[in-house]
T-cell receptor, first 116, second 114 residues
């Protein structure tokens, strides 16, 4: 149990375009989902926290107009990187938590974004 | 002082040995503690969660928590080459329970050599 999927697993896009990444909890209802970014050889950086049906809460320094997060249902959250630039190239990972199960966060497999 | 600090590593142990990974945290009110394993190029995978003082065992893994010392550790018995990965200690700080935000350590790279 506690499986989280992400789609796509990797994406290459041109500078200035937008990319949408989906995160789904497959066998549980995710009351809260989290979006992280990880650069090579660095630790995970939390970008935002989203609760189903509410606006996302962004970490300091993360541009909410650039990284649009929607948590429309208890099993789906999306991250849209708008007007992507090469510096947005990174490994984006979502995680999900079901308060009914406890405080464990389960991570999706990640999406590797390359902006050319 | 970092909020969550792990022994710097890298840590190298021979196959079959016990690997010991350590983590300290600064927020005395922290309540929830986790160990994740991350293989190179992959996302983190939850290995253990621990909430109460003492030991918690799951297969070859044992997590130990000492809230008085603000210390949490992970022991891996009978280490295998497949255990070679980066191990991340994560903590939910006091007041963070409602959102469940994890604060991660910098990670310890473990190599198990045959």
């Amino acid at each position: 149990g506690a499986v989280v999927s992400q789609h796509p697993s990797w994406v290459i896009c041109k500078s200035g375009t937008s990319v949408k990444i989906e995160c789904r909890s497959l066998d549980f209802q995710a009351t809260t989902m989290f979006w992280y970014r990880q650069f090579p050889k660095q630790s995970l950086m939390l970008m935002a926290t989203s609760n189903e049906g509410s606006k996302a809460t962004y970490e300091q320094g993360v541009e909410k107009d650039k990284f649009l997060i929607n948590h429309a249902s208890l099993t789906l959250s999306t991250l849209t990187v708008t007007s992507a630039h090469p510096e947005d190239s990174s490994f984006y990972i979502c995680s999900a938590r079901d308060l009914g199960r406890g405080y464990e966060q389960y991570f999706g497999p990640g999406t590797r974004l390359t902006v050319t | 002082q970092k909020e969550v600090e792990q022994n710097s590593g890298p840590l190298s142990v021979p196959e079959g040995a016990i690997a010991s990974l350590n983590c300290t945290y600064s927020d005395r009110g922290s309540q929830s503690f986790f160990w994740y394993r991350q293989y190179s190029g992959k996302s983190p995978e939850l290995i253990m969660s621990i909430y109460s003082n003492g030991d918690k065992e799951d297969g070859r893994f044992t997590a130990q928590l000492n809230k008085a010392s603000q210390y949490v550790s992970l022991l891996i018995r009978d280490s295998q080459p497949s255990d070679s990965a980066t191990y991340l200690c994560a903590v939910i700080r006091a007041g963070g329970t409602s959102y469940g935000k994890l604060t991660f350590g910098q990670g310890t790279i473990l190599t198990v050599h045959p």
